[in-house]
């Protein structure tokens, strides 16, 4: 029991307390003691949703958010930290504002972070995805928002984008509101890789959720367009002086010439994503195929090369499906007559607040973002308690070993996903020993793909 303790940031009783405690705030609300107390709430449920999920335990926020249907009470908390950042943050950069501490306002930009890592937890059940209800047409709008800023970077704005840095280093490390501009372009790039995730699972789950998302999700925004776009554009790698970097783990990590063709996690995601969209029967009923989808859909053949196809085997069935595409005529534009329902939580939040925003911005830099010396000395205490991260590293799982010398291992078996190594050496040295086994526990998976 106390080993059980140990592991847990929550206890169960104390979760479903502070999951039920959860409420729909306003814009206005952001920054108050009220705001700061459901800041924390869900920052302590993401950390202890994070341990349950790594270390197979009972998944008990995630039921608890479940039953007492608290996933669109975190949806809207999300859209309204976004439309926040759009309209008051943006307010506060052309002030000039120069508060005594940038924490408060940081807090809030790592809010949405806190929400989505969250909601990334949760999401790869059915029973979490279904719960969202209509809210669920919101989130897929926020995922297309947040993709398309991906894709639409530019280079600059790319090098301008570092690993953003977590709320204790920002706690201990305070900057300048001039710093924090470029902080938020890294957490919003952190949120938006994130939100491929939550994409791929709604794509997952499309037969379980109400016939409008699956419309809005092929016709409305296309998202298979959308993602081959992401899969020729790659936002996640950078490349330059004959080095090769790659976003993972959020945090830009440079990668060894011998895995340069190996998937990321994220990398992985698009491809599940693209299948679910282009494969899955009811999506392959309601896509249109028009000249332009057909062509940019088929694009994607010229990435399916072998080297994918050994690390995910499923995609084969992927490719026999495009070749066979490629020869078919684009069949005549569908003129069905489709009542499409539309998502209402974020225009419900701007049409609240339309004409009020400057009022806001000036209303929040006095009551909330400039606080004093005392109030400050305050805050600190509170964040100290809240980002217990030393905690959460401490709890999580020991990083696997190698299988060959037992140093800690990054580099992991691409066929059969079990095996560790430190470095390719180890790898190689220990292929004639590994080789059956690998075979023997390949097979099952790719059977399961």
Same mark, same amino acid.
């Given at each position: ?159 301008? !984008? /570092?690993?953003? =840095?977590?709320? $204790? #280093? ?8 001039? +710093?924090? %501009?470029? @902080? ?46 992401? !899969? /020729?554009?790659? =936002?996640?790698? $950078? #490349? ?8 993972? +783990?959020? %945090?830009? @990590? ?196």
């Amino acid at each position: 029991m106390q080993a059980e303790q140990a592991t847990r940031v929550l206890m169960p009783v104390e979760a479903e307390a502070y999951v039920e405690a959860l409420g729909t705030l306003t814009i206005k609300d952001i920054g108050t003691d009220r705001w700061l107390k459901q800041h924390e709430y869900i920052e302590k449920l993401n950390m202890q949703a994070i341990i349950s999920a790594s270390t197979n335990e009972d998944e008990f926020v995630k039921e608890f958010l479940v039953s007492y249907d608290k996933i669109p009470v975190l949806i809207h908390e999300l859209l309204t930290v976004e439309v926040w950042t759009q309209k008051i943050f943006s307010l506060l950069v052309r002030m000039d504002f120069q508060p005594s501490s940038t924490i408060p306002v940081y807090t809030v930009l790592y809010h949405e972070a806190t929400i989505i890592n969250l909601l990334e937890t949760i999401m790869y059940h059915k029973d979490t995805c279904e719960s969202a209800e209509d809210t669920m047409l919101d989130l897929l709008d926020y995922c297309y928002r947040k993709i398309v800023d991906l894709i639409a970077r530019s280079p600059e704005d790319e090098e301008d !984008v /570092e690993t953003p =840095p977590n709320i $204790r #280093e920002f706690v201990e490390h305070p900057t300048t509101f001039e +710093d924090l %501009k470029k @902080q938020q372009r890294a957490l919003d790039f952190d949120v938006a890789v994130k939100a491929v995730t939550i994409l791929r699972y709604i794509t997952d789950h499309l037969d379980s959720l109400p016939l409008s998302t699956t419309h809005r999700l092929l016709n409305t925004h296309n998202i298979p367009i959308l993602l081959v776009q992401l !899969v /020729e554009n790659c =936002p996640w790698t $950078r #490349e330059g002086a004959g080095r090769l970097r790659k976003y993972m +783990d959020g %945090k830009w @990590q440079e990668v060894p010439p011998e895995d340069r063709m190996r998937l990321t996690k994220i990398e992985g995601q698009v491809w599940i994503a693209l299948y679910n969209v282009l494969m899955g029967p009811s999506c392959q009923q309601k896509y249109e195929y028009n000249d332009y989808n057909k062509n940019q859909v088929l694009k994607v053949r010229g990435y399916l090369h072998e080297v994918l196809l050994d690390q995910f085997p499923h995609l084969a069935e992927l490719q026999r499906y495009l070749e066979h595409l490629s020869m078919m005529e684009a069949p005549a534009a569908r003129k069905d007559l489709v009542l499409e329902q539309v998502p209402e939580v974020r225009e419900r939040i701007l049409q609240e607040n339309k004409g009020k925003w400057q009022a806001l911005a000036k209303h929040q830099v006095k009551t909330v973002f400039n606080p004093s010396t005392e109030q400050l000395k305050e805050l600190s205490k509170r964040w100290a308690m809240t980002y217990n991260l030393d905690l959460l590293e401490s709890m999580l799982v020991d990083p696997p070993k190698c299988a060959v010398c037992g140093e800690p291992a990054s580099k992991r078996c691409s066929r059969c996903q079990n095996e560790w190594y430190c470095r390719r050496e180890c790898q190689v040295n220990h292929w004639p020993k590994h080789k059956k086994a690998c075979e023997l526990m390949a097979a099952p998976k790719s059977g399961q793909s």
